[in-house]
């Protein structure tokens, strides 16, 4: 099995990308990352995006497509169009990068979020594309003594959805991150690598207090295929923290 190669959620440079999607790439690729995630394509056209990656030597494994909760009705037509212009970039996955969850969630709470979760995969997989799902820490409140994490990947199938896990958010939620790797080895190609210091403050990958150590272990094992990072919160600037994620990533050999 090939390396896991190392990539780059563009939240992370949120603050750049909504100003100049297309140069932000540039940089990206400037500081070394070979692979980036999308959040947002900033009213470029899918000919534009797709030159971008071309031009600076990037690939594109999938993006965050939020569902539009707002507007129900909506959803699945926003969510249609949204799959055309991931087909015409050159996406492989679709990933939801979260969903509306109550503080105390019930069982039907649960079957709400498992129903809508298993219609955008229908949407995703019938034209030809992979479907994710991206967690917080949320997902692992129990219901019914088991995570809803769990409950999601127990009632829709590994061939039809991808668990994006996010080890930040399972470290806050009081997990282990190397233990739900292995759980589902196999159904986890896209892992974010996102690092925690105090509390739900995050910080660049490495000067945490998430263990990655363990899952890197293990990443090839387990058919992790693209190591994302993602960082929100910054002490100087975004671009400077990507630079800095990506160093722990090259100091261990794996970029």
């Known amino acids: 099995m090939a390396k896991a190669q190392v990539g780059l959620q563009l939240y992370t440079l949120r603050d750049l990308t909504e100003?100049?999607?297309?140069g932000t790439l540039g940089k990206v690729a400037e500081i070394g990352y070979k692979a980036v995630e999308f959040a947002g394509f900033f009213g470029h056209s899918a000919a534009e995006v797709k030159r971008a990656l071309d031009d600076n030597g990037l690939t594109a494994p999938s993006a965050h497509v939020p569902l539009n909760f707002e507007e129900p009705?909506?959803?699945?037509?926003?969510?249609?169009?949204?799959?055309?212009?991931?087909?015409e970039i050159g996406?492989?996955?679709?990933?939801?990068?979260?969903?509306?969850?109550?503080?105390?969630?019930?069982?039907e709470d649960l079957a709400k979020f498992t129903g809508v979760v298993e219609r955008a995969c229908e949407l995703v997989t019938s034209a030809g594309l992979k479907y994710g799902y991206h967690n917080h820490d949320f997902e692992f409140k129990q219901v019914g003594g088991r995570t809803i994490m769990d409950h999601l990947l127990e009632r829709i199938p590994a061939?039809?959805?991808?668990?994006?896990?996010?080890?930040?958010?399972?470290?806050?939620a009081g997990y282990k991150p190397v233990?739900?790797?292995?759980?589902?080895?196999?159904?986890?190609?896209?892992?974010?690598?996102?690092?925690?210091?105090?509390?739900?403050?995050?910080?660049?990958?490495?000067r945490g207090t998430v263990d990655f150590e363990s899952v890197l272990?293990?990443?090839?094992?387990?058919?992790?295929?693209?190591?994302?990072?993602?960082?929100?919160?910054?002490a100087n600037s975004s671009l400077e923290s990507a630079a800095i994620c990506l160093e722990f990533f090259k100091e261990r050999g794996l970029a």
């Open 19 to 22: 100003k100049d999607l297309l």
């Open 73 to 87: 009705e909506k959803l699945e037509s926003d969510l249609q169009r949204q799959i055309e212009f991931a087909k």
């Open 91 to 107: 996406l492989e996955y679709v990933v939801t990068p979260w969903y509306p969850m109550p503080e105390q969630p019930s069982e």
């Open 159 to 172: 061939e039809r959805m991808i668990a994006e896990f996010d080890l930040g958010w399972i470290h806050v």
């Open 179 to 206: 233990d739900y790797i292995n759980q589902y080895a196999g159904r986890v190609p896209l892992a974010h690598f996102k690092d925690f210091g105090n509390g739900r403050r995050d910080t660049e990958i490495g």
């Open 217 to 234: 272990h293990v990443a090839d094992e387990a058919g992790i295929e693209y190591m994302i990072v993602e960082q929100e919160e910054f």
